[in-house]
T-cell receptor
Framework: KQEVTQIPAALSVPEGENLVLNCSFT??????LQWFRQDPGKGLTSLLLIQSSQREQTSGRLNASLDKSSGRSTLYIAASQPGDSATYLC?????????????FGPGTRLSVLP | ETGVTQSPTHLIKTRGQQVTLRCSSQ?????VSWYQQALGQGPQFIFQ???????GRGNFPPRFSGLQFPNYSSELNVNALELDDSALYLC??????????????????FGPGTRLTVL
């Protein structure tokens, strides 16, 4: 059974800092991994999608890496801003045993202080 | 291009009642997935519909059922509501891909969710 964990559970940083969020998964047979942002009580906003054959993806100040063999992904946020405050979720899309659904981690709650 | 929409935004029901939640997928997407998100947790997969057929199901009892219509919109029905069904229900749509086991992949786009409270 695929399990996804995220460290840290919560993070508070001053504005301008670079930070790294971690995601670990137990079964390396994945199709892809997606990072999402969720504001309180809202739906999920897709940030980056990394296919299983890729090592990293970049979008603006965000960079996500994937190491399938070790079951890890990191989301790097450069020059953090108060508007980045949200919960960040990673989700892995498993192999055929899991159908076409995503397995989510519990999220990292980020606060960026002005 | 319109995004994923869900209705209603909020809903309050009492234990034992039935509820129907609705989702309209993003234009061009024929696959819809439903997730349940309890407070402080990540979303849990309920089931997925592809071309009007169920295409994968998570660990949820049969009182959670769904439909997908020819226009690819979808419904989630929950019978005999329990207090633990209180959660944010999220719908996600994705671009065309093969059935379970396919090597195809896709990006999921989520709606704003429906907040269900069971009293």
């Amino acid at each position: 059974k695929q399990e996804v964990t995220q460290i840290p559970a919560a993070l508070s940083v001053p504005e301008g800092e670079n930070l790294v969020l971690n995601c670990s998964f137990t079964d390396s047979a994945i199709y892809n991994l997606q990072w999402f942002r969720q504001d309180p009580g809202k739906g999920l906003t897709s940030l980056l999608l990394i296919q299983s054959s890729q090592r990293e993806q970049t979008s603006g100040r965000l960079n996500a890496s994937l190491d399938k063999s070790s079951g890890r992904s990191t989301l790097y946020i450069a020059a953090s801003q108060p508007g980045d405050s949200a919960t960040y979720l990673c989700a892995v899309k498993g192999g055929s045993d899991y159908g076409q659904n995503f397995v989510f981690g519990p999220g990292t709650r980020l606060s960026v202080l002005p | 291009e319109t995004g994923v929409t869900q209705s209603p935004t909020h809903l309050i029901k009492t234990r034992g009642q039935q509820v129907t939640l609705r989702c309209s997928s993003q234009s061009g997407h024929n696959t819809v997935s439903w997730y349940q998100q309890a407070l402080g947790q990540g979303p849990q997969f309920i089931f997925q519909y592809y071309r009007e057929e169920e295409n994968g199901r998570g660990n949820f009892p049969p009182r959670f059922s769904g439909l997908q219509f020819p226009n690819y919109s979808s419904e989630l029905n929950v019978n005999a509501l329990e207090l633990d069904d209180s959660a944010l229900y999220l719908c996600a749509s994705s671009s065309p891909f093969g059935r379970a086991g396919s090597s195809s992949y896709n990006e999921q786009f989520f709606g704003p969710g429906t907040r269900l409270t069971v009293l």
